[in-house]
């Protein structure tokens, strides 16, 4: 692959739909990443479970910003392995404080499906392995 074709390779993840994707995944980012420090920093002894799993929900999606940023085939593979891991992280917790609301004294960003982050966190999984997968080369499609 020439530099060219993997500059085209590169900003590929981020056009069009991929720049609303960037834009999303670092909002939560933020939102996540901030209310987790906070509630650790001051309350942790309160739910420290949810907390946890919102700091982890951060984590996972600053990963997940920084590889649609950085963009190429590397990259894009790794971001689909990492919104999979979202999803069935966000499935889990979801189907979890539904099913056990008491092992949650306060919510995580991925309670109840993402309804807190008007469900922003289970659609965004859906909406980002789509656009990597349509992202994939052809003779890596079959």
Known sequence: MTSGEAEV????????????????Y??????????????????????PLAYSLSAVAGVVYGFITYTLVRGG???????LVCCGAELVGVLT?????LA????????TVWSDFG??????????????????RKGVPQEDAA
Do not use: H, K, N
């Open 26 to 47: 670092g909002v939560m980012v933020v939102g996540a990443v901030s209310r987790s420090a906070y509630q650790i920093a001051t309350q942790f002894d309160r739910a």
């Open 73 to 79: 085939e590397t990259a894009r593979r790794a971001a």
């Open 115 to 132: 309804m807190g982050y008007l469900f922003i966190p289970v659609l965004l999984p859906l909406s980002a392995i789509y656009w990597l």
């Open 93 to 97: 917790v979801g189907t979890w404080t």
């Open 100 to 107: 056990e609301p008491s092992a949650f004294p306060d919510a």
């Open 9 to 24: 390779a590169r900003r590929r993840l981020t056009s069009g739909p991929g720049t609303l994707l960037v834009w999303l």
